[in-house]
């Protein structure tokens, strides 16, 4: 499936976010409370920080299904799920133990460190617009490897990337967890990729709202895989959204998937296409293989490599990592990347 890109988000089943509030304390060693401590849903600007006694108060939706992410600098992020806001969280965290981690020298020196950072923007940022725009403060903390031998170039960091994006208005900490291109042949070149993916927690922090920006978060928001997926939840498709397709010849949805509408979230079964529609594409796992059209000029194509999967409220949904996405809308990454809560109060 050459030139077949993905992008890899860390959704797990958590319950989160309703007009309630999720309340608890944060501690350290010795049961001393932590000021200061970053408190947030995974990929959106929903966040608050620990007072002087460890105590914190966000707001708690059951069918949001985000990870909440406790953070601070010397301490090991805490990543929580099973939410229950009738209980008030007691975290205790630990302090991060400097590891050094084992370098693999490849003997790579083909490739400078300004070709690897390259690599790593186009994959990660992205090359539209705005995310040219678009700027990684924090560079130097990225690490990179390439393995010669099974042609796998890897990035990780240590401490969060802060990411500026001026062309939507937005402070970006996004922890990195994974980032691999895998080639077709040793090279550094894009054009010779075949498979992409990355994912890690990322909080918002609103930096501009101008009606410039905000005018440009609605032109971004329009054709992104989150508007997909809710309007897949809501059974929304018309001609200036999407459109399903298969050759040339558009598809009904009813036939194509199963939706049910459950009290946290929708579930959608994908309708296995006939085993000789897909033989061709060389792989087992493929459920189903579709052409998006979008406003009737953007152009992608989507492969379900799983029978189901949950969609949640803000568009997030339970098997990313099953469901591929090429084309136009995966142009769209961290660059274009809009808080999960976008257009949701």
């Known amino acids: 499936m050459k030139k077949l890109f993905t992008l890899l988000f860390l959704f797990s089943a958590v319950t989160i976010f309703s007009q309630q ?23 959106t600007t929903i966040s608050t920080v620990s007072d002087a006694d460890g105590q914190f108060s966000i707001k708690y939706e059951p069918n949001a299904n985000n ?48 070709q690897k950072l390259k690599l790593f923007r186009d994959f990660f940022l992205g090359k539209t617009s705005n ?21 796998i170039f890897t990035a990780s960091s240590d401490k969060p990337l802060v990411i500026i994006n001026p062309a939507l208005g937005y402070k970006i900490d996004f922890e990195l967890v994974i980032f691999e291109v895998s080639f077709n042949r040793f090279s550094i070149n894009s054009i010779d990729a075949f498979k992409n993916f990355y994912g890690g927690v990322s909080r918002f922090e609103e930096i501009d709202n101008s009606a410039k920006v905000l005018k440009k978060r609605e032109k971004t928001f329009k054709g992104s895989q989150v508007q997909f997926f809710r309007n897949l939840a809501n059974t929304d498709w018309e001609a200036k959204k999407f ?4 050759d040339k010849y558009t598809q009904d949805p009813s036939k194509c998937f199963t939706i049910t509408k459950e009290e946290d979230f929708t579930k959608v079964e994908v309708i296995p296409q006939d085993k000789a ?52 809308i995966s142009e769209k990454r961290v660059g274009d990347m809009l808080p999960l809560n976008y257009g949701i109060d």
């Open 277 to 328: 529609e897909i033989k061709s594409l060389n792989s087992k796992n493929i459920i189903a293989v579709y052409n998006l059209v979008f406003d009737k000029k953007e152009a992608s194509r989507i492969t379900f490599e799983t029978n189901s999967f949950y969609i949640y409220k803000y568009g997030n949904n339970s098997n990313i990592e099953d469901i591929l996405f090429s084309g136009k």
């Open 21 to 43: 509030n999720l309340i608890g304390k944060i501690t350290g060693k010795g049961n001393i409370p932590l000021e200061g401590v970053n408190v947030y849903y995974d990929g």
């Open 67 to 114: 990870i909440l992410v406790i953070s601070i600098m010397g301490y090991q992020t805490e990543y929580l799920s099973g939410l229950d806001a009738s209980k008030p969280l007691n975290i205790v965290m630990k302090i991060s133990e400097n590891e050094l981690k084992e370098v693999v020298v490849n003997n790579n020196n083909e490739f400078t460190r300004a």
């Open 243 to 246: 459109l399903l397709f298969k």
């Open 131 to 151: 995310a040219k725009s678009a700027i990684i403060k924090n560079e130097d903390d990225i690490k990179f490897n390439y393995d010669k031998k099974n042609l």
